[in-house]
Structures are given as structure tokens and as C-alpha cells.
């Protein structure tokens, strides 16, 4: 019963760690390239690459190929990336097309 619910405590923090580490990759990739540089973090390219390999971990991880204890090694870069990268890129938006503002007549 005991290695069940470790199983099960196991397999419920890889996951919360690949959804975080999937959300910050996804976010980093919108976020237009001159954010990051105008704000003087790394560039998109090199977050880009640290995300990634994050993302490598959480999903090696959620399979079950490394150990719980690896996952803070997956959930570092996300972790980084949400405190400190994204409030100072946040405000250049997504680098999408930019929509009106205001009533459209």
C-alpha cells in the first residue's frame, strides 16, 4: 500500500512538473525576441534552449525514466524563467499581431 501511494505521489509531481515546464516553453516562445535583449536577459535563443532542456527533464520524468529527486532539475529553468525572466518581458506582450485598441466604428 505504502509503495502505491508513493507511486502515485510520484507520478503526480512529474506531472505538475511537465505542465509547468511546458507552460514556461510555450510562453517563452511568444514573447517577441527584442524583449528579452531590451531587458537584458539571455537571448530568446539561449531561454529558449535552457527551457527545452528543462522540458527533456519533465518529460523524462512524467515516463518514469528518472528519479522524483531529478525533477528539480526540470523545474529549475521553469522556475526561473517565471520569477525573474517573465515579469520583464511580460509588458512587449506576445509578438502576435496587434489588435486594435478601443471602440471599432
Not at 75 to 93: L, N, T
Amino acid at each position: 500500500m505504502l509503495d502505491f501511494v508513493r507511486s502515485f505521489v510520484d507520478l503526480a509531481i512529474s506531472l505538475v512538473v511537465l505542465v509547468v515546464a511546458v507552460v514556461a516553453t510555450v510562453d517563452g516562445a511568444r514573447r517577441p525576441e527584442r524583449a528579452y535583449s531590451v531587458e537584458g536577459k539571455a537571448t530568446k535563443r539561449i531561454w529558449m534552449l535552457i527551457l527545452g532542456a528543462g522540458l527533456l527533464f519533465a518529460v523524462l520524468g512524467a515516463l518514469g525514466m528518472i528519479q522524483i529527486v531529478l525533477n528539480i532539475i526540470a523545474i529549475g529553468p521553469a522556475a526561473v524563467y517565471w520569477y525573474d525572466v517573465r515579469p520583464a518581458i511580460k509588458p512587449y506582450g506576445t509578438g502576435g499581431p496587434r489588435r486594435p485598441q478601443g471602440p471599432q466604428w
